[in-house]
Each structure stands twice: as structure tokens, then as C-alpha cells.
């Protein structure tokens, strides 16, 4: 049975003071701040020397574990102010008051008086090795003194927790996203292997920073050895990478473009694919591996879950004369990545051809898209509400029942790499919600979709969050695209 392992913290006083790595007020503590915690209690006083090896086995365990989730209580940003300190120059300026300097304060206060947890998932597989380092860190948990500044007086346990101990706990849950920089939210630090090491040498480093004998100061190491990530309410999702294309004439091809119908939006989305497939061959870029992956799609029974690129082709919506026709492509990455293969498609697939298989013929090239393109913000925008262009193919058959549909698209949602608790509401229907589009019956598919259910949905979320949305079996190809109702 899965078990998660928990420590909870609890704050002495409402208030949590510490701030990230941009200076910003940092809700909520970063897992590296709470690692620092439970080894500076463990090595406060005597308890330094109480089965010293036994516990930094336990951290080292603890380091290379992913990050936690973590469920905290909601806050709000106090009042800012300044406090006036001195400098640590006295040996320049002897007067306190002629080297005071300004510092910042903004803390975070908490609105609940409900602890903070952190959440390592344990599979069931990995217990056995794991259970004296998580007894002895459930113990060294006692040890924090604060966390925070030193202000931040608190005191934590760690406990074991079932699956439904862990979901019933209260407060806003907190997912992590690795190896993604978000423009809107500070990275919080995380543990990694190594962590521990660096730790010692910078108090190491603190404590030998003063010279009695030769009266010099050498400063402290800083902290350098921890990766990043980025936490997001799980009611909400990080953004997506993605690069946008104007379908434009072919040189000398004009006679041949045309928009295309959203109907055949699979078949763009199928071109588009078949033109990155073609740029990452051969390409240093990728490894035949990661191209037949991440660009093809291919990974056998794990396709669905593997990480790859959305082909999006976009219908034209957004006035009120659209006719729906797609003269506009995306494609995006999943949830939460760093954007680097989006780079590598703005590059090499600007000014690209798009070829006709019937006819083995160019048919549209692949040319600028503004970011400011009013189409385009139909479909990226952040929005709670939004509404299918193209059906969501259901990942299975619902036998014409709806309540086996919804179940269905639940199934689909998750896939997606939405947490469900993050739809606040829902709808599905076989007609169409915009003008332009049509009965989910009436849009091409690929040959292993053609016998699941398609139905056009209307998804309202918990918070905004940014598109593009796309969910389903066909989410990869253009079927299931939603776009911000107005």
C-alpha cells in the first residue's frame, strides 16, 4: 500500500517572514528551507553527536527524494515595512548611527490555524528500505526550532500517513514542477544529492570565518549545491510552452492555399507533424530516441503518457464574422517543462513547408504569428471558463450513456495532466458551443480513434489558467482544443 511521509509544522505565531531567491515573500517554504531546518535542529547541541552517522544516511535518503507536496494554510501579504540595522563594517565607521542600512520586511500571514505539511509519497516497493531512515526523521522533526527567520519560532512531527489520511489533511495543496522557470512565480529550492555536504561546509566555513590570530574575516561559503522548482496550487496548472505559425501560400502555390476546415484539423495537425518529424532526423538536437518520443509520439503501450509535442491546429473564432476555417498552427509542450524544445522549433520550422500527402505537394508554409494575434489569445489566454472548438475524443466507449461519458472525460482530464479537484464545474454535449463549429460526429479522425466517443465539453475551473487546453485521445492532433469563453 502506498504510505506518505509527513511532517508538519506548526508556527508559534501567525506570521512567516522568509523570502525567496528574488526577495520576494516565499509562500510556501520551500522544501530546502524545511531540510535545513531538521539538520540544524539535529545538529544543535549534544544532539550533534547522538547517532550522527545513522541520521545523515537518513538526510542523504531524504535529499534524493523528488519534492514533496505540500499542503499549507492559506496566507495573505502583510503590511511592509522598514527597520533600520547596522552594517557589520565597524572597523570602517566606529558610530552605530553613522552605518545603518535599510531593510525590507513583508511577511506572509497565515489566515488558518492549521499546520504545514510535507508529503513524500512512498511506494510500497521502497518501504522496507526506507523505514529506519523515516523513523529517525519523524524523531529529528522535534528538534526545529524555527523555520523562516529566526523569528519564525515553530515545532514540527512526523508521522506515517494512509492515502486518505494524506487527502484529507486541510489547506491549499502544492505540486511541484521541476525543470520549468515560471514568468509569474518565484522557483522554490529544492533538496538534492549532495545537499547535506554542502551544508556542513558552509557552517564549517562560518565558523572558521574569523582569524583571532591575524585579526582577519574571511566570509562564509553560501549555499550552493539544490535544484529548483516551481509550486503551483494543484486547483491550478503551470504554463505551456508553445511556438504559433501563420499558415501562408507556398512560393509560387498560391492557386493551391486555402483554409482548411476544422473538420480536417487532425489531417493539419498530422502534416505539421510529419514536417518536425522530418527536421529532428538527423538532427544533434535529439537522439533517435527522443525524437521517435517527444516529436513522433511513438512509445508503444506508454504513448499516452509520455511527454511529447501538441500538433494544435487553431480554427479562426474570436469576431463575430470567424468562419471557423484554421489558418493558424501551435504547438505546445506539456505542463510545467522548460520551453527548450519549443526553442528548438522556433528555429527550425520558421518559414517551413507544409506538404500534402494526396498530392505530394507544398500547401501551406509555416510563417510568423504575433504574440498579440487576436486568434491566438483564444486559445492561450487565462480564463476559468472554456469551451471545445474541436470534440474531446473519450479515452474509451461510453455506450451512449452520459454518466459514463463524464466518467470518461474525468479519465481524460487526468491524462491530460490536470488534477481533477482543479474543475470547479462541467458540461458535454454532441453540439457545438461556437459558431463555426460542428457536430462532434462530423470531425475526421485518425484510424484508432474512429470508434470512441466524441463530445464537444464546457470545463469552468477553480482558478484562471493559461491555455492552450487540449484533452482527450486526439489531444495530441488537434480534436478536444478549448478556447476562453468571453
Given at each position: ?47 550533534s553527536r547522538l547517532g ?182 494543484k486547483e491550478s496548472v ?207 479522425r485518425p484510424a484508432h ?38
Amino acid at each position: 500500500m502506498t504510505r506518505y511521509f509527513c511532517i508538519s509544522v506548526n508556527f508559534l505565531d501567525p506570521l512567516f517572514h522568509g523570502k525567496g531567491d528574488g526577495e520576494e515573500p516565499e509562500w510556501p517554504p520551500s522544501p530546502m528551507r524545511l531540510f535545513q531546518a531538521l539538520v540544524a535542529g539535529a545538529r544543535t547541541g549534544c544532539r550533534s553527536r547522538l547517532g550522527k552517522h545513522a541520521i545523515d544516511e537518513a538526510f542523504r535518503w531524504l535529499e534524493k527524494r523528488q519534492p514533496p507536496e505540500v499542503v499549507a494554510p492559506r496566507v495573505q501579504r502583510a503590511t511592509g515595512y522598514k527597520l533600520f540595522v547596522p552594517n557589520n563594517d565597524s572597523d570602517r565607521e566606529l558610530d552605530r548611527q553613522e552605518r545603518l542600512t535599510e531593510k525590507a520586511v513583508q511577511a506572509c500571514r497565515l489566515m488558518e490555524e492549521t499546520p504545514l505539511h510535507y508529503l513524500w509519497q512512498l511506494q510500497e516497493s521502497e518501504w522496507e528500505a526506507a523505514r529506519t531512515h523515516v523513523q529517525l526523521l519523524c524523531q529529528r522533526a522535534r528538534d526545529i526550532i524555527a523555520l523562516g527567520w529566526g523569528i519564525d519560532v515553530a515545532f514540527a512531527d512526523g508521522r506515517l500517513l494512509t492515502p486518505g489520511e494524506a487527502a484529507a489533511l486541510p489547506g491549499v495543496r502544492w505540486k511541484a514542477w521541476q525543470g520549468f522557470a515560471s514568468p509569474t512565480r518565484t522557483n522554490s529550492r529544492v533538496p538534492m544529492e549532495g545537499t547535506l555536504k554542502n551544508l556542513d561546509e558552509v557552517h564549517q566555513s562560518f565558523l572558521m570565518s574569523i582569524d583571532v590570530a591575524k585579526n582577519l574575516y574571511h566570509p562564509p561559503l553560501k549555499t550552493r549545491v539544490f535544484a529548483t522548482a516551481t509550486y503551483y496550487p494543484k486547483e491550478s496548472v503551470p504554463p505551456r510552452p508553445t511556438v504559433g505559425y501563420m499558415l501562408e501560400p507556398p512560393v509560387g502555390g498560391e492557386s493551391r492555399y486555402k483554409a482548411f476546415p476544422q473538420t480536417s484539423a487532425s489531417v493539419v495537425a498530422g502534416m505539421l507533424r510529419s514536417r518536425a518529424c522530418a527536421s529532428a532526423k538527423n538532427d544533434p538536437h535529439w537522439t533517435d530516441d527522443e525524437a521517435e518520443k517527444y516529436v513522433a509520439g511513438h512509445a508503444g503501450d506508454a504513448e499516452e503518457s509520455v511527454p511529447r509535442f501538441s500538433y494544435l491546429p487553431l480554427p479562426t473564432i474570436g469576431h463575430p464574422h470567424a468562419d471557423g476555417l484554421i489558418r493558424r498552427v501551435l504547438i505546445a509542450e506539456p505542463y510545467g517543462v522548460s520551453g527548450v524544445h519549443s526553442r528548438w522549433v522556433a528555429r527550425r520550422l520558421r518559414n517551413a513547408e507544409l506538404i500534402d500527402e494526396a498530392i505530394e505537394q507544398p500547401c501551406a508554409v509555416l510563417g510568423d504569428l504575433t504574440a498579440e494575434d487576436g486568434v491566438l489569445l483564444a486559445y492561450v489566454g487565462i480564463a476559468q471558463d472554456w469551451s471545445t472548438i474541436t470534440p474531446v475524443i473519450l479515452p474509451g466507449h461510453d455506450d451512449c450513456k452520459h454518466k459514463k461519458a463524464e466518467r470518461l472525460l474525468i479519465k481524460a482530464i487526468v491524462q491530460a495532466g490536470i488534477a481533477f479537484d482543479a474543475i470547479d464545474d462541467l458540461t458535454l454535449q454532441k453540439a457545438p458551443f461556437w459558431s463555426g463549429s460542428h457536430h462532434a460526429r462530423l470531425y475526421r479522425r485518425p484510424a484508432h480513434m474512429a470508434q470512441l466517443s466524441g463530445w464537444h465539453v464546457h470545463l469552468r475551473f477553480r482558478q484562471p489558467i493559461s491555455g492552450p487546453l487540449a484533452i482527450g485521445a486526439g489531444r495530441h492532433c488537434g480534436l478536444g482544443l478549448f478556447a476562453v469563453c468571453r
